[in-house]
């Protein structure tokens, strides 16, 4: 596949804020994501129990409970629209009827409140991407794609708005390459297996939507630059990888919108900013209300370009405020009703820039989030003809603006990482510029790897 | 007597041709193999698992170590007498049933490996038969147990309830951790330990064995 987008969807740094895209979502209910509002969105998980055929009935209650808690708080506080996210666990995409299930009670409850009380919401559905396990088969053929197929199209059949996920297309190769910081392989598993990867599992989750009257939304990078961007945060492995890896997950990411996903964009992909510059797509991001699932150096810098704004997953446990969930909606509703009271005064620069000179000079990856230096580095991936080239491409230009950063005093790095700079400088320029080539190369360097499960060979 | 400083550092450096090389002067020199791994070899690692406690080593460098200081004790390894050990004990490590998470069980399996443990990874979604029949046939004396999802905590749970209904719970100490576990979880469930970190399971593992 040729990548489409050949253009930056922002050339003026001052265009790209948050709350406004290039290419906003109109949504049936009125809602427009990226048109000017920063909308809140919810997403939350089961306490501690187990999913049973038995457990059914209580996991319902429990979404039921939640769904209530988090509308209420959206009733009292006015808010001018939500988003609801379930990511479902995964026994509801092992039974996609339990995963549609979840959807009907969830949606059914949100019907009640915009009925009652005019509150517009809308239901993003997430199924878990179970193509992974010893089990596994095939990933487009057998039980696991089969699962994952038939809960999208039983979840956009029952009331999902918005279809999304976060696949696993190459993840097994990543996770080596980041426990290793071994560069190239983080190429190959994400600029070719899994760029192919979501090729084909986009272009169904496409079909499905546009089958079913629902907005295909996009994907994220959650096991892997995630997964990269922990192990940094906790002193495990470079940060500089972690933020390498950020930006070449952009080029993965994107081809959600390469096959016709429109956005938002799934909260926990950070590289979602880059997916912002080049395609006009909006996005959800979570930064500080997020640290009830997991810390991030990202706390504020995230909100600068969001669309939505996500606290990624919060699981029904009591506080003393009241249930988990309905206190992360109060706390994305009071931020988002600053942003957009900010935009109404014309301050949203000016906001926009104090959250991200309020991280950026302390991480590498705060730094790659920087509106001025997503565009720069944006700009020369776009250059690349294909999903190989511009990973690597995203890598090199990051190396190149985070040394620069360095010595101009934009960013505070140790000799460490700058030293590692150096070494994934040199592991990128190992990798030959012929895709055929370096994809025998690494098959033949990865023997327990099956590629064939991805039609690779 | 031998100089092990410049075998131990080069484990710490992860530079396994050095290893070899002064491993083989070692070996020549008529030192003890036993002592060859346990004053050079893991004397290096032990300096290793400290320097990334305290946030001095990366994983990829501490994996380097690893792989330096197990190719020299696989060199010296056949010239040990009969019934000398050279591990501190058998782990078996795995991700329960249904959960499908692998890199934070993967490197704390990776922590125990350094600091002298023989781990058997049994991979993510293990039943508790798989981890029973793994125990028997390693003869470990450690189970280690990983979630990530407050709903498969309870797997945890059942697991170690296998492992009892097929008894080989009072041959095995069991410890438990991942993201949504606490040490009241830990009491509750009859897990033996938890720690919150791969350098803290360690530290657990040698204080149970201990």
């Not at chain 1, 969105?41 to 457990?55: C, D, F, H, V």
């Not at chain 1, 500089?240 to 952009?250: E, G, H, L, Y």
């Not at chain 1, 150096?297 to 009591?318: K, P, T």
């Not at chain 2, 981890?131 to 905590?153: D, H």
Request: include cysteine; proline fraction near 3%.
């Amino acid at each position: 596949m040729t990548v489409k987008f050949t253009e930056l969807a922002y050339t003026n740094v001052d265009e790209f804020v948050y709350g406004f895209a290039k290419k906003p979502v109109k949504c049936a209910n009125g809602m427009v994501i990226g048109g000017g509002t920063v909308y809140p969105e919810i997403n939350m998980t089961l306490p501690m129990m187990s999913i049973t055929e038995e457990t059914m009935p209580k996991v319902l209650a429990q979404y039921e409970e939640m769904i209530h808690g988090v509308c209420s708080m959206g009733v009292e506080l006015k808010v001018p629209g939500m988003i609801v996210e379930i990511e479902l666990l995964p026994p509801c995409t092992f039974n996609p009827q339990w995963g549609i299930d979840v959807t009907k009670v969830v949606k059914g409850v949100m019907k009640e409140y915009e009925t009652k009380f005019g509150l517009k919401s809308l239901l993003r559905m997430t199924p878990v991407d179970v193509r992974e396990g010893k089990a596994l088969k095939h990933m487009y053929k057998g039980a696991e794609w089969d699962q994952v197929m038939d809960t999208m199209k039983g979840c956009a059949a029952n009331g999902a708005d918005f279809l999304a996920i976060e696949s696993v297309g190459g993840k097994h190769l990543h996770d080596e390459s980041v426990m290793n910081i071994d560069l190239p392989k983080a190429v190959f598993s994400l600029g070719i297996v899994g760029c192919r990867d979501m090729i084909i599992l986009w272009d169904e989750i496409v079909k499905i939507s546009a089958a079913n009257n629902v907005i295909a939304s996009g994907d994220t990078a959650c096991g892997f630059a995630n997964t990269s961007m922990v192990m940094g945060h906790k002193n495990f492995i470079p940060k500089v990888f972690a933020a390498i890896d950020r930006v070449m997950c952009a080029v993965r990411t994107m081809v959600a919108v390469e096959c016709g996903a429109v956005g938002p964009d799934k909260d926990c992909g950070y590289e979602g900013v880059y997916l912002k510059a080049i395609t006009g797509t909006p996005i959800s991001m979570e930064g500080r209300v997020a640290a009830c699932a997991h810390s991030s150096a990202v706390g504020n810098v995230s909100l600068a370009l969001a669309d939505c704004w996500s606290n990624e997953s919060v699981e029904n446990v009591r506080l003393l405020g009241n249930m988990a969930p309905t206190v992360s909606m109060e706390q994305l509703i009071y931020d988002c009703r600053q942003m957009n009271v900010a935009t109404a005064k014309g301050l949203a620069l000016q906001m926009r820039d104090i959250l991200v000179e309020s991280d950026n000079k302390y991480d590498p990856t705060a730094y790659i989030m920087t509106p001025s230096v997503v565009l720069k580095i944006a700009g020369e991936i776009i250059k690349g003809k294909t999903h190989f080239e511009r990973t690597k491409i995203a890598a090199g230009a990051t190396i190149t603006e985070l040394r620069a950063a360095v010595l101009s005093g934009f960013l505070e790095l140790g000799p460490k990482e700058m030293k590692y700079l150096d070494i994934f400088e040199k592991q990128l320029k190992s990798i030959p510029a012929d895709e055929a080539q370096f994809t025998a190369d690494m098959i033949k360097a990865n023997p327990k790897h099956d590629l064939r499960m991805y039609d690779i060979s | 007597m031998f100089d092990f400083s410049g075998l131990s550092n080069a484990v710490i450096a992860g530079d396994e041709d050095v290893v070899l090389d002064l491993a083989q002067q070692a070996i020549n020199a008529k030192v003890d193999p036993l002592s060859i791994i346990n004053d050079g070899l893991i004397a290096g690692m032990n300096v290793v698992g400290a320097r990334f406690k305290v946030n001095d080593m990366y994983v990829p460098e501490v994996l380097m170590s690893a792989a330096a200081m197990k190719a020299g004790v696989a060199l010296v390894k056949p010239l040990l007498i009969s019934g000398e050990v050279t591990t501190k004990g058998t782990v078996v490590i795995g991700t329960v049933t249904g959960d499908l998470h692998d890199i934070g069980k993967s490197l704390v399996g990776m922590m125990m490996e350094c600091s002298g443990y023989a781990v058997i990874d049994l991979g993510v979604d293990v039943s508790g038969d798989d981890f029973v029949a793994a125990i028997k046939a390693n003869k470990a004396e450690i189970v280690a147990l990983s979630c990530m999802l407050t709903t498969t905590m309870l797997q945890m749970k059942t697991t170690i309830e296998v492992l009892a209904a097929q008894g080989v719970r009072k041959d095995v100490k069991v410890i438990i951790g991942g993201a949504p576990i606490t040490q009241e979880f830990s009491d509750n469930i009859g897990s033996d330990g938890y720690a919150t970190d791969a350098a803290g399971a360690v530290d657990l593992i040698t204080k149970l064995l201990n």
